[in-house]
Structure formats: C-alpha cells, structure tokens
C-alpha cells in the first residue's frame, strides 16, 4: 500500500473518531468550571482585547484575561480597538442554551466559556496586541474610512460586507431580504464564501485569457488581499487554506487529488481544535462547499454541455456550476442550521453570480485605491456603484415575491446523513458498480 494511502486512511480514522469523542471532549472542559450564574457578586478583571465585532446596535469585545477568554457585550462609543489593555467590572455569567441554539457549545468550542453585558470598562492602555495584527486592523479600518467618504450609502454598506467582512452596515432588512432571496452568502464573510469567490476568481481571469499558471498567481494574490482586509479571522485562513489545496489541485489538473488535501487540512485542523468538527457551523460548510466543487461540479457542468450542446462552457454557466456546486453540497446543514429554504433562491443567483467576479475584483481594487491613489478610486466608484445597486435593487425587489421562501421546521438531524448517502451513490454509483462486476468477473 501506498505511503499516500496508509496516512489517508489514518486521517479518515482520525476524523471519525474525533466526530464522536467531541462530545466528551466538550463535558470534559465544562468540568470543574464555575457556573457562573450562582455568583451575585460582581468581579474585576484585566485583559487585552484580543478580538472586536461592531453590530449594528452594540460591540462585541473578546477579552483575554490571563489563560481565560471572556466575551463582552460593550455600547458602540466609546469604541476599543485590538490590543487594548482594559480593566472590566461587572458580573459573570455563563452563556445561555437556547433551545434552538446552544450558544453555550457554540462559544465553548473557541475556549470561551462566561460571558458579560455592559461591564464599566477603563482603558489602561493601548497597542500591546501583535503587531502583524495591529497593522492588519489599521489597514481594515483606514480603508474602510476611505470608501464610506467616496460611495454613497446603502452601496458602501453593501461593499463593505462583500470585501470586507464589515456586516453592522447593513440594515436588518436588508440582511432579510437576503435570507428570503437565498443569497445571504454573498454578504456573510464565511469559509464557504471563501472558497466560492477562489473559484469564480480563478474562471473570470482564465476567461479573459490568462494563462492557467498566471490565473493561479493572481488568484493567490487576491485571496491573500480579501483575507487581509477582513481581518485575517481564524475561520478565514482556515478556509484559505483549503482553497490553496483546491487551486494547488487545480494548476495541476488533477481536481479529484485534491479530495485527500482537504482530508488531510481536515485532521491537521482537528488536530488543533478538535471541537470544529460538531460545533463549528462555518467549519462544516466549508469542507461540504469544496465537497461540492471538487465532486458535483463536474457532473454539472457535464450536464450543462449536453443541454447546451457545447464543448466548452462559457463564463456564466461556469459559474452558475460552481455555485450550484456548493449549494447542492451544503443544502440539508443549511436547513438544519437555519431552518429556512428560498424558492427563489436559484433564480437570484443566476442574476447575481455571474456578476461577482466583477464586483470582487472591482472592490478590492477599490479598497487599495481608496487609500493610495484617491483619484483611480473616484474613477472606479462608478463602475462599482452601479453592479452594486443592481445586486441590492434585484435582492430587494425578489424578496417581495409572495412565497419566495418559507421556514423548515421539519427538518430533523437523520435526514442529513440520508441525503449525503443518497448524494454519495448518485456521484460514485457507477465506479461502485464497475467494481463490483470487476469482482464478479474474477
């Protein structure tokens, strides 16, 4: 047997006994800790801001006190900023389990396991975080003060999600007209975003005539920028990392090998944090998105060229394959997760899809220029203003639709693992069935 081979199948058995020890794992930490609730008092701490989510109506401020994380909920202004040193005072408590969400696990599988809302906060201190980080966040921040001074609102708000993670500009409406629309992922910065925009990225520069080997650089490049101007969160590099497997796979023309490059990311990242496996939605649906890609896109696209009748696929049907892809792959965890399916939904992305390419390339030019030579930015504002109204017109004029989308409150945990069976024999069935009449036939 195979080097190759023998450490696959150790990263498969790794996997699956990770999949069901996860849950000890989790009780074990919740071991000996304090629940927090039974404490009246209120206690001080000092820490360092470690990480800073602005919302639409307050902030979240992960803290790092000592060896213990503790999330605090915090009004908008005063604002903090990453590597701040504060001292807070108010009381702990231990994060609620809803009984749709248990944002207890949810919090638990990053080391997070009290909470505080509205403590008093003093700042001690500033610009003690990691300097490669501190830059990053200071790069994010200065670019998104330039755009909002160039691109007139709601379109800033809209870019701002796309290229740089920054949600709490758009309204909540807005964000429902998105679910209805079923085109929340082109806004929410996740790891199936991610290796979505490498793909449409790698198509639009081979179609406008690069060379395989410079598309694949390029792509790399750009993946490297949007990771930076987010911010460079954990989930994002998680995510990049599989998408460099999947380009890696791809500028050698050998897709299906990169099927064991993402088992082997998967037990290297287990390895670290054995809890993303079960808790760690995003996680999932970025390992189920390049499932996708790698195994159903291929059939779609077969598919494509003989309704078609093509040898080649242009652009659009391109990208409507690889969204499709994804889409088909993460399907029943997004039902399950977010109980709800948009009859629209394919509809809407065949408007949109085609053109994000554009809008991602487009923006990110926009973001650099907006900071480094304001008169290209002004010039690339107008291009970029009108796909981006478009995107935002189209999005809220479907979701007024009667029954574009309904809720799914059916949708019980065993049919997950039914439909990945039958999604399973619908894409190996023939090569299963070869080998057993190969069996026969000896």
Not at 95 to 119: C, W
Not at 199 to 225: D, K, M, P
């Amino acid at each position: 047997m195979k080097y190759s081979n023998i450490l696959l199948s150790f990263c498969f058995f790794f996997i699956l006994i990770i999949f069901f020890i996860s849950p000890f794992l989790l009780e074990n930490k919740k071991e000996g800790l304090i629940d927090f609730n039974d404490l009246e008092r209120e206690i001080s701490l000092r820490g360092k801001v470690v990480s800073v989510d602005i919302r639409a109506e307050h902030t979240k401020l992960l803290i790092k006190s000592g060896d213990d994380l503790v999330l605090i909920n915090v009004r908008k202004y005063p604002e903090y900023e990453y590597g701040d040193i504060v001292k807070i005072r108010g009381r702990l408590e231990t994060p609620i389990e809803f009984p749709d969400f248990n944002y207890r696990e949810y919090l638990a599988k990053d080391g997070i396991y009290s909470v505080m809302y509205y403590p008093k906060i003093t700042l001690l201190d500033k610009d003690k975080g990691n300097f490669f980080y501190e830059k990053i966040f200071d790069f994010k921040k200065n670019i998104k003060k330039k755009i909002e001074m160039i691109m007139p609102y709601p379109e800033v708000s809209l870019l701002g999600a796309l290229t740089l993670g920054n949600k709490q500009g758009l309204s909540d409406e807005f964000k429902e007209d998105l679910n209805i629309s079923g085109v929340r992922h082109i806004a929410a910065i996740s790891g199936m975003h991610i290796i979505i925009l490498i793909e449409i990225v790698l198509f639009l520069f081979i179609w406008l005539g690069f060379w395989r080997n410079h598309a694949f650089y390029f792509t790399l490049l750009v993946l490297f920028l949007f990771i930076i101007m987010i911010g460079a969160p954990a989930s994002a590099v998680r995510a990049g990392i599989m998408g460099v497997g999947l380009l890696f796979a791809q500028k050698m023309g050998r897709l299906s090998s990169s099927g064991r490059f993402m088992v082997f990311a998967c037990a290297g990242m287990l390895a670290f944090n054995p809890l993303l496996l079960r808790y760690d939605v995003g996680f999932q649906l970025s390992f189920l998105a390049v499932f996708g890609i790698i195994y159903i896109m291929p059939l779609i696209k077969n598919w494509f060229k003989k309704v078609f009748k093509k040898e080649r696929l242009g652009l659009i049907l391109e990208l409507i394959a690889v969204t499709l892809a994804a889409q088909i792959a993460t399907l029943p965890l997004l039902l399950y997760s977010f109980g709800r399916v948009s009859i629209v939904s394919p509809l809407v992305n065949v408007l949109i899809v085609p053109i994000l390419p554009y809008v991602m390339i487009l923006g990110l030019a926009f973001n650099l220029a907006s900071i480094t030579w304001l008169f290209l930015g002004k010039i690339l504002a107008w291009p970029l203003y009108f796909l981006l109204t478009y995107i935002s017109r189209l999005v809220e004029q479907v979701s007024k639709i009667p029954f574009a989308s309904y809720e799914v409150n059916w949708f019980e945990w065993w049919l997950i693992p039914m439909y990945y069976l039958v999604l399973l024999l619908l894409i190996f069935g023939e090569k299963i069935s070869l080998f057993f009449n190969k069996k026969d036939s000896l």
